[in-house]
């Protein structure tokens, strides 16, 4: 991957900390140009530290990684130059607005003065805080503060993104106001997206390509179509307003496929081809002259998914972690547990 792509290369990546954990287990992953990369797990399960590393914050134990072609060990200011962050904890000044601190930033990241109000301006409009953007911080709820911390990550357009749990917290508008901006940074400007994430929704709906880590290790990768597929195929679910035709209608549901456990009186099936057999299965019943109270689709989750490489549920499975720690004020290797 050279110096113009957008990608991102890890290779055997590590983190021990001293007197603690190994954090990061040898890792190896790739995401490419423009992608939207979902890194899924549980609390302690190694994902902010990995992000640590990937943005020039923690340095690597052992492995390597490459971000946007430049090695995060040994060129980690390039590194810096190229890439925006929104971490766990927004670095906000409850005392000035959000105005204000788009000026700031465009001015740490050097833009022309001509250019700063401009693009301050453009950024508050992008993630609607326009109307806020003369009120302090300290009055923003979680959401504007989580878009206002995005829009000044984008300040100097970078070429990848990093997001470190960005919707925690978040009600279900701030939720899908945000995932409609990410989308589009992916695919109107090609932004690399690096998302971690505990919602499983959330690397559902945004994610080209999912990594779930567990205990520091990679425990599946691919797309969330294709990590769900390899679970097992999807089910169907009828109940026939007739109970006297139950039987008719289990003998048609098992021409699609096998039995499988349904709740109260309804009848399910595993289909052995998949969600293209829906429309054949209505049309059997219809042939039949079986009117159906209810008929659902059931397809695996990436709970199922998860549940399958790491043996638990994904929701409550980390404890709270010793794990999202701050990040350290002197030597980083004092730190006596993961991220």
């Given amino acids: 991957m050279n110096e113009e792509s957008?990608?991102?290369e890890v290779e055997g990546l590590v983190r021990q900390f001293k007197n603690g954990p190994r954090a990061v287990d040898g890792i190896s992953l790739t995401v490419e140009p423009g992608e939207i990369y979902g890194f899924l797990g549980p609390n302690g399960a190694g994902k902010s530290t990995t992000v640590h590393m990937l943005t020039t914050l923690l340095p690597p134990t052992a492995g390597s990684a490459r971000v946007a072609g430049l090695d995060v060990a040994t060129r980690g200011a390039e590194v810096r130059k190229v890439i925006g962050a929104a971490l766990q904890e927004a670095a906000l000044d409850p005392n000035l607005t959000g105005r204000e601190h788009m000026k700031l930033q465009t001015a740490l990241h050097g833009l022309p003065k001509e250019e700063r109000v401009r693009r301050g301006d453009e950024l508050i409009e992008r993630v609607g805080l326009s109307d806020a953007s003369d009120r302090r911080v300290g009055g923003?709820?979680?959401g504007m503060k989580r878009r206002l911390d995005l829009a000044l990550a984008l300040v100097h357009r970078p070429r990848v993104l990093f997001l470190d749990e960005?919707?925690?917290g978040l009600d279900p508008q701030s939720r899908a106001s945000l995932w409609e901006e990410v989308t589009r940074l992916s695919t109107r400007d090609g932004v690399t997206v690096f998302l971690t994430t505990q919602y499983l929704e959330e690397a559902d709906q945004l994610a080209n390509r999912v990594g779930i880590i567990d205990a520091g290790k990679i425990a599946a990768e691919g797309t969330p179509a294709a990590l769900k597929a390899e679970i097992g195929r999807p089910s169907v679910e009828v109940l026939p307003v007739d109970p006297a035709r139950r039987k008719e209608a289990e003998d048609i549901l098992l021409r699609f496929g096998s039995a499988v456990p349904a709740a109260g009186e309804a009848l399910s099936v595993?289909?052995?081809?998949?969600i293209e057999e829906l429309a054949a299965i209505v049309r059997?019943?219809?042939?039949?002259?079986?009117e159906l109270a209810s008929l659902g689709l059931n397809e695996p989750t990436l709970d199922d998914?998860?549940?399958a490489k790491t043996g638990r549920h994904l929701e409550g499975a980390g404890e709270a972690e010793s794990a999202e720690m701050p990040l350290p004020a002197s030597d980083p290797d004092e730190q006596a547990g993961p991220a």
């Fill in 6 to 8: 957008n990608g991102i």
């Fill in 284 to 290: 059997s019943f219809d042939s039949a002259g079986i």
């Fill in 305 to 307: 998914v998860f549940l």
């Fill in 166 to 168: 960005p919707t925690t």
């Fill in 270 to 274: 595993r289909l052995n081809e998949g």
């Fill in 140 to 142: 923003y709820s979680g």
